[in-house]
């Protein structure tokens, strides 16, 4: 079954990486651990999303599209990716979330994923 | 110029002195004119708008080395953004030498990119519609909207924009810092909306060249109840806007402006204090802007798409019309007001409604009105709906309300013109009751 993990950032927690180059070899650590997880069968599809001052907001409220910006940094836990992978129970996504390095420095949210069908 | 007689050194080093001189002026005379426009195209041709900025600015100092042994080229506004173009791509492949993925945006820039010379006239108009739009998308705070169209389109520097908007000057730059780093990283296009998007994205724009207008017309905190700069820039942006783009509430804004900054001497007292519109001194009313006014608010309604600004501005114009203060057409105001109304509801609006029917059909009728917007907790905490109520119980006699009311008006509001009226009303009701 599917398991989505949220990876969130908490930037001002003094945990993430403080120069370029452990900011580089977190990313190396990031890939490699994709690699990791395509070999063990668990890699569904990662991303890693650009910083969150970049983000908008789209409503649609009758019939009219409202775009605004934000939502802000200033919120301490901000959405910084995701993995979506493929476990056998919530023990397994567990295992394979703890294994991804941005939980050393925020934390991840395990949820499983719905599988419907058309009734 | 440049005879070559050689009369004497001093002379020569003098007449050098007056051409270089000379130069200089032309060269400010030229950025002040075209500058925005140059900049416009290199931050499309650059795709980004530090690299543009940055451009904009060696290739102004190139035309002072080179303009000088040279003369002026043909056409100085293609030949800056040539050069700019140029002097961008030199410093990117000058850079790439530490970063691999700078060589190819370089290469991706250079030759194959269209050149400029060849760009035609409307394209580059069309290009500060861009920088307008771009600028103004509602994906930017508003703030950061206010700032970087101030910096990019009009060409304010960052302490200029600190200053008139009384903010510290590093606050106004991250603003400007960020807004940049969003459209480049967001990937906010740098274009005129399409057809679709027109109406909404044009709002953005209106919104905010209405709100610079309102920070100059009626600052809303300190000293000065008029930065006519900021106005003034609302209304030459407002200008460049309808010059590119034709469209009615566009139109409507900018008569909107004009009739509203036609007022400003008989705004305020020589001793800084703010005069309501029903006691100006009309004569001191700018005519010429009123004219002007006038005859867009006709283009406007006549187009038949017309909305909230255009109505707003024929609002104005009853009044500019109108010889005195008692001559005014209260009738054709209060029918415009029910028609805003329709078009963009508000309590803002439905006060200014009730202040005119005061004035149509007596006080007793607005404060009816204005009891029940307070009655709803629509605008508690705005001074003017409690300004108007203060007045509108002070002409009927009911004295200690109206003191109540004058009192919370000026709990609420930090400008220091409104404070003084405020005040002045409060002096009077305590000099008349005793």
């Given amino acids: ?119 | 110029m440049g005879n070559g007689t050689g009369i004497s050194n001093g002379l020569t080093l003098k007449m050098s002195e007056d051409a270089s001189e000379k130069l200089r002026e032309t060269i400010d005379e030229i950025y002040r004119l075209e500058s925005r426009r140059v900049l416009a195209t290199l931050i499309r041709l650059l795709g980004d708008f530090d690299l543009a900025e940055e451009a904009l600015h060696e290739a102004f100092t190139t035309a002072l080395e080179q303009w000088g042994r040279e003369g002026l080229p043909k056409n100085p506004r293609t030949w800056l953004v040539s050069v700019g173009r140029f002097k961008a791509i030199d410093n990117i492949r000058r850079r790439a030498r530490f970063d691999s993925s700078l060589a190819q945006i370089a290469n991706e820039l250079g030759p194959n990119t269209e050149n400029p010379f060849e760009t035609e006239d409307e394209d580059i108009e069309d290009e500060r519609l861009r920088l307008i739009f771009t600028c103004c998308h509602p994906a930017l705070s508003p703030d950061a909207q206010i700032a970087l169209t101030l910096r990019t389109v009009c060409g304010f520097t960052t302490e200029e924009i600190a200053h008139a908007f009384l903010t510290p000057p590093p606050t106004i730059a991250q603003r400007i810092v960020r807004a940049k780093a969003k459209i480049r990283d967001a990937r906010i296009p740098y274009e005129v909306p399409s057809h679709a998007d027109l109406p909404d994205r044009l709002d953005s724009v209106l919104h905010v060249i209405y709100l610079v207008f309102n920070e100059g017309y009626s600052a809303s905190f300190g000293a000065s109840l008029t930065r006519h700069d900021l106005s003034s820039e609302a209304i030459r942006l407002g200008k460049l806007l309808v010059e590119l783009l034709a469209e009615p509430e566009a139109i409507g804004l900018l008569a909107l402006m004009l009739l509203q900054e036609s007022r400003r001497a008989a705004r305020v007292s020589p001793t800084g204090e703010l005069i309501l519109l029903n006691e100006q001194d009309r004569s001191l009313w700018d005519r010429a802007q009123i004219t002007e006014g006038l005859r867009l608010i006709q283009q406007a309604l006549a187009s038949r798409r017309f909305g909230p600004y255009t109505i707003q501005a024929a609002i104005a114009a009853v009044h500019a019309r109108a010889a005195t203060a008692d001559g005014t057409d209260w009738n054709q105001i209060v029918a415009l007001y029910d028609i805003l109304i329709q078009a963009d509801p508000s309590p803002i609006i439905e006060l200014n409604r009730a202040v005119a029917v005061a004035m149509r059909d007596g006080p007793e009728a607005g404060l009816v009105i204005i009891e029940a917007i307070l009655a709803r907790g629509d605008l508690n905490d705005y001074h003017f709906i409690h300004s108007a109520h203060a007045d509108l119980c002070r002409r009927l006699g009911k004295t200690a309300e109206a003191r109540a009311s004058y009192e919370r008006a000026l709990l609420l509001t930090q400008q220091k013109s409104e404070r003084e009226f405020l005040e002045r009303r409060l002096r009077e009701l305590y000099n008349n009751a005793s």
């Fill in chain 1, 1 to 119: 079954m599917k398991f989505l993990c949220v990876v969130y950032e908490e930037p001002n927690n003094g945990l993430g990486p403080q120069t370029e180059k452990e900011a580089d070899d977190l990313v190396n650590e990031h890939l490699d651990y994709d690699e990791t997880l395509r070999q063990s069968g668990h890699w569904l599809i990662a991303q890693a999303l650009q910083p969150v001052e970049t983000a908008t907001t789209v409503r649609m409220r009758n019939g009219k599209i409202s775009i605004t910006d934000g939502p802000f940094a200033e919120t301490k836990e901000v959405l910084g990716g995701f993995v979506l992978i493929e476990a056998k129970d919530m023990e397994e996504a567990v295992q394979v979330a703890a294994g991804i390095p941005s939980a050393r420095m925020g934390f991840i949210h395990v949820r499983r994923v719905y599988e419907f069908e058309k009734k």
